[in-house]
């Protein structure tokens, strides 16, 4: 599986946007960039996912990088809620069903 | 709709001892996928089942096994329990494409003594 690099922790204020990295220089041209997270004692849920073009949802922007190799999970106001474990996931064609999840990032938001 | 629920959420179990995990998808979903979670290892993926038939298979030793039914309902077994396998299992459910999102359910914590 095609391998990404993300901080171990990043820290955010409330209300003000989230900028989450996240580097994929391996992903090859049928790679899907997903972002999960997880809250405190949850399982993780959907965030976000896209190919080429930039993608919003209710939750989330994510901005691909052009070349592909990195992308960045924008979250616009952050609240206390957001305080999770993100995970950037690639998801390739052909068989891979799974979920490959790394350390991923652990976003603090302070008051 | 009603999301993803596993039972039971909480086990102890002892050393040598085999287990039962249970997972209900959400309706409609034909996949449903098992991940391990510990402090060390982080979550990691087990199998994969779609219309009764395991379809992805992470890297666990044969102690490990599952299988879904034709409701796609799924159970998971771990049999000769060791300490090392105390964790979390999350399973999760999808449509089945590797577009669809994964919905996870709250996960078993199985703590094995």
């Known amino acids: 599986d095609a391998k990404t690099t993300q901080p171990n922790s990043m820290e955010s204020n409330e209300e003000e946007p989230v900028h989450l990295p996240c580097n994929h220089s391996t992903i090859s041209g049928t790679d899907y960039i997903h972002w999960y997270r997880q809250l405190p004692s949850q399982g993780p849920e959907y965030v976000i996912h896209?190919?080429?073009s930039n993608v919003n949802n209710r939750m989330a922007s994510l901005a691909i990088a052009e070349d592909r190799k990195s992308s960045t999970l924008i979250l616009h106001r952050a609240t206390l809620r957001d305080a999770a474990v993100y995970y950037c996931i690639l998801r390739g064609g052909g068989s891979n069903y799974k979920l490959t999840f790394g350390k991923g990032t652990l976003l603090t938001v302070n008051p | 709709k009603a999301g993803v629920t596993q039972t039971p959420r909480y086990l102890i179990k002892t050393r040598g001892q085999q287990v039962t995990l249970s997972c209900s998808p959400i309706?409609?979903?034909?996949?449903v996928s098992w991940y391990q979670q510990t402090p060390g290892q982080g979550l990691q993926f087990l199998f994969e089942?779609?219309?009764?038939?395991?379809?992805n298979k992470g890297n666990f030793p044969g102690r490990f096994s599952g299988r879904q039914f034709s409701n796609s309902r799924s159970e998971m077994n771990v049999s000769t329990l060791e300490l090392g396998d105390s964790a979390l299992y999350l399973c999760a459910s999808s449509l089945g494409s590797i577009y669809n999102e994964q919905f996870f359910g709250p996960g078993t914590r199985l703590t094995v003594l």
């Open positions: 309706s409609g979903h034909r996949s």
């Open positions: 896209g190919l080429t």
């Open positions: 089942y779609f219309s009764e038939t395991q379809r």
